[in-house]
Structure formats: structure tokens, C-alpha cells
């Protein structure tokens, strides 16, 4: 009995020992002091360089290509012919028709000649007239459908880019044929809707591109459209370009849009803050915080009131520590 409560009594003091350790020892913490520099409310968003002038050329039916001008990177004029699509079929059905044309003709100049010799009525006159209209319009229609065979610039500019090879089949919709301006250019980008309130026309932006790794571009707003897309919920910004800028028509490029800047700010690191809390070191004893939060980035957040520049924040924020915790610093 005696042995068994002496085991006992070892075990209560052993846990108490542990505990004692464990939670009574100060927990290791890393401090660091607010510093004062440029905050920038960042709108982030992604987007491909584009021409400001240009337009896409697409087949309107289904057929194969029998033409194509080989111009890609050449200048062309409004009109100039790109391709053309096998229309063998309705040109038959329009040579056809003509000759249809060509006998109704001659029938009508026939009935109104015996009209006028009283021969026959103005009735059969004027049946043959609404047949030779008939026809007529069936030709017109016809001819303006054979011009969908016919791929044409719809503006004059230089062909950015031209797709399909002769032979192929031309689906409807299908782009074969970019034509604009290659100068000047902008970036077409999208930026979610909980962002949208702060953009607005003439801001900076800073782009960063595959292309260009070690190089900050510069862009400015131009414009924002006015609708929305509800089903991304994004709402589509164009950003104009210097005309030395490097980018090229298809790159795509990281927007950062400067929404606003504050100079001077008193600073600390992003991961010090959960929600409007931090806690700073007060000698030995961690002191937990509520401050008012200004510009809060990816790396650093603005602190309006509650922090000085003497006060020594504890970042990241620690998990599990308590108001009033013992700390031990491992920096300051």
C-alpha cells in the first residue's frame, strides 16, 4: 500500500513538474519595430497585350479553303480579298438561275407583245412579271450569298496573324485572319467586381511579364467598361500602353493597378495582424492590441492608430499566446 501511493504521489509530481515546464517556461517569440515607408492599395489582376485598333476575320459558313493570300505581317487595304472558300456549288445554282432569268425574259418580252396585239390578257402579263421578279431576287440573294465565300479585310492595317492552310475545312466562327494597328497597344484585363470600386481611369499600373522577368512596365487605366460579367463576376478594364514599351500583341502580363498611396506610413509586417489585432512585446510580457488598419498589402499593412514607432510587435501572429503571456524575444 505504502509503495503504491509513494508510485503516486511520483507520477502527480512528474505531471506537475511537466506542466510547470511546459507552460510556465516563456514562450520564444520574434519581434520586430514599425518602420515607416510607402503604402499602395494594390487592385490585382491578369491580362493579355492587344492592338487598340483591330478585328478578327471568320468564315460565316462551313467549306473548304481553296485561297489563301499568304500575307500574314503585311499592310492591306480595306476590301482586299484574305481567302476564299470553295463555292463551286453556288456558283452553279447562280449560273441556273440566270438562265432562267434569260427564258422568263423572253417569255415576258413574248406576252407582252401579244398583250399589245390583244392576243393575251394583262393577267398572263402580269404573272410573268412576278416570276421574272421572282427569279430576279433569287439571283440577287444568291450573289450577295457568294460573297460569304469570300473572306475580305475589314479595315485597312497590317495582318497580325493569319491561321489555316489551303484544303482545310473553315469552320463557322473560326478566326483565320487578325487585322489592325500593331501601334499603339493596351492591355485588356479582368478585374473582380469587390475590386472594381477602386480602379478608376487614369491610375498607374505596374505589369510584370514571362517574357521580361527583371523589367517593371508601366500602363495606365484608359478606360473601364460599364457592365459587368455576372457569371465571373469580373468586370473588364483596358490599360494603355507607351508606344516604347517592349510587350508584344498576345503576351499576357500580371496588372498591379495603384488604387492609392500613402507616403510616410507606419508599417508592419501583414502576418503580424489577425483581423484588427496584434500583440506586442512589453519587456517580458506579451500584450495583445486592437489598432485601426489603413492600406493593407501582400508583405506589409499600414497602422493608423493604436501602434507607435517605439512599440515592438511580435510577428507572425502567435498562435495560442495569451494577453498577458510570459515571452522570451529572439529578436528586437
Request: proline share 6%.
Amino acid at each position: 500500500m505504502k509503495l503504491s501511493r509513494v508510485l503516486l504521489l511520483l507520477a502527480l509530481l512528474l505531471a506537475a513538474g511537466a506542466a510547470f515546464w511546459r507552460f510556465g517556461r516563456p514562450q520564444e517569440v520574434a519581434v520586430v519595430a514599425p518602420r515607416r515607408g510607402e503604402a499602395a492599395e494594390i487592385v490585382y489582376a491578369t491580362g493579355t497585350v492587344e492592338p487598340r485598333t483591330w478585328a478578327k476575320v471568320t468564315p460565316l459558313l462551313r467549306e473548304r479553303i481553296v485561297e489563301l493570300c499568304n500575307c500574314e505581317g503585311e499592310a492591306v487595304e480595306k476590301g482586299a480579298v484574305l481567302a476564299r472558300l470553295d463555292s463551286r456549288q453556288p456558283e452553279a445554282t447562280l449560273a441556273e438561275l440566270r438562265a432562267r432569268l434569260k427564258l422568263n425574259s423572253s417569255d415576258y418580252d413574248r406576252i407582252a407583245a401579244l398583250v399589245e396585239r390583244r392576243v393575251a390578257s394583262e393577267q398572263a402579263l402580269d404573272r410573268a412579271r412576278s416570276e421574272l421578279g421572282q427569279i430576279q431576287a433569287l439571283i440577287a440573294g444568291q450573289e450577295t450569298r457568294l460573297e460569304s465565300y469570300v473572306l475580305r479585310a475589314p479595315m485597312s492595317g497590317v495582318v497580325l496573324r493569319q491561321d489555316g492552310e489551303v484544303g482545310e475545312v473553315a469552320e463557322p466562327g473560326t478566326v483565320l485572319f487578325w487585322v489592325g494597328e500593331p501601334k499603339p497597344l493596351q492591355v485588356e484585363a479582368e478585374v473582380n467586381e469587390e475590386d472594381i470600386p477602386l480602379v478608376a481611369v487614369g491610375q498607374r499600373a505596374v505589369l510584370k511579364a514571362d517574357a521580361f522577368p527583371d523589367r517593371i512596365l508601366e500602363a495606365k487605366v484608359d478606360s473601364i467598361t460599364p457592365k459587368g460579367d455576372p457569371v465571373a463576376k469580373t468586370y473588364r478594364i483596358h490599360l494603355a500602353l507607351p508606344d516604347d514599351t517592349p510587350l508584344r500583341i498576345g503576351m499576357t502580363v500580371e496588372v498591379n493597378v495603384i488604387a492609392r498611396v500613402a507616403p510616410d506610413a507606419l508599417l508592419i509586417p501583414a502576418n503580424a495582424l489577425r483581423g484588427r489585432s496584434l500583440f506586442v512585446a512589453e519587456g517580458g510580457t506579451a500584450r495583445r492590441r486592437d489598432v485601426t488598419v489603413g492600406i493593407r498589402g501582400t508583405g506589409s499593412a499600414q497602422i493608423l492608430e493604436g501602434l507607435g514607432e517605439a512599440d515592438r510587435v511580435i510577428a507572425p501572429f502567435p498562435d495560442g499566446l495569451t494577453d498577458g503571456a510570459t515571452i522570451a524575444q529572439k529578436g528586437g
